[in-house]
């Protein structure tokens, strides 16, 4: 079985290869009780959005995740989503929600975990 840190890099890696910009993977288990990673991408329009929630749906029906959430921030549902996998959390954000939210600092005590190796 996989461990939690597989799948959250798996999850990355897929936001990655399915074009999400600057994707970033936190640890943040250690500062609350509800989650254990974050993972975080820059998306360019709402059907960008939605072919990364396939790929993420995909993945979850194959690894014994499911969705708790999926929530959207803004009216058009284009500026901010999240999908919440219970110990791993979806952050799927414009550029102008991601860099005025900017989660990379406000959770910057996390260990920020390189998927690329």
Do not use: C
Request: charged share 30%; aromatic share 10%.
């Amino acid at each position: 079985m996989k461990s939690l840190e597989t799948k959250a890099i798996e999850i990355a890696r897929l936001m990655e290869d399915g074009k999400g910009k600057d994707v970033v993977l936190i640890d943040v288990h250690e500062l609350n009780s509800w989650t254990d990673y974050f993972v975080i991408a820059t998306v360019t329009s709402s059907a960008h959005w939605q072919g990364l929630y396939k790929q993420v749906k995909e993945y979850i029906k194959e690894n014994d995740l499911e969705v708790h959430v999926t929530n959207r921030k803004s009216p058009d549902g284009d500026d901010w989503n999240l999908i919440d996998l219970g110990p791993v959390v979806v952050h799927l954000m414009s550029e102008t929600a991601r860099n005025f939210y900017d989660l990379e600092k406000l959770w910057h005590a996390g260990k920020t975990i390189d998927f690329h190796e």
